[in-house]
């Protein structure tokens, strides 16, 4: 079976310094990873995909996220804080069985970024 | 540019009364997904089409929920006789190629509400 853990629910850090959000996952197939990012009121916008190309993945608005196999994670990081990033933060996973990628979602991390 | 489109983004009704949501996908992407987000389950696949068919619904809750997708177009998401457990945010996802994994675009969501 196919999931998703994202290690911490609340993630606090001062505008300016850096952002790690944790995931480790778990799929029995060679998975396809993604951080969404979820504004209030708003829906899911994809920030990065993982899809078995280089292991570092760089993505929107400064974040870039590492596949670790032997880790089973794909942390989210980046450099230096906005105050924009302030949002809900879900790591998933599709197992890509069946031909399409139905997703399955981490639980979610919210960010507050302070000034 | 024309991303997708739900409506209504707010519905508030009385138990017992049947709803439709309706979601228009990016033109041109041929794979159309429903998730469910609530306080207590996080995000949760509901249905998947691929076109006008719907190889997986192993996602809805029960046989008040159904789903149908017409012209590999519009889809309408129907709950009947609505539950106050249905209150939640219905969002809907399409994608150009899920076979070679291609991202799922979300749009805003349906955020529903049972009194």
Redesign the interface.
Known sequence: AQSVTQLDSHVSVSEGTPVLLRCNYSSSYSPSLFWYVQHPNKGLQLLLKYTSAATLVKGINGFEAEFKKSETSFHLTKPSAHMSDAAEYFCVVSPFSGGYNKLIFGAGTRLAVHP | GAG?SQSPSNKVTEKGKDVELRCDPISGHT?L?W?RQSLGQ????LI?F?GNSA??KSGLPSDRFSAERTGGSVSTLTIQRTQQEDSAVY?C?S?SD??N?????????T?LSIL
Not at chain 2, 42 to 45: D, H, N, S, V, Y
Not at chain 2, 101 to 109: E, I, R, S, Y
């Open positions: 997708v794979a997904y998730y996080g995000l949760e696949f998947y691929q190889p997986d969002l996802a994608s899920p076979a994994n291609q991202p799922q675009h979300f749009g805003d969501g955020r």
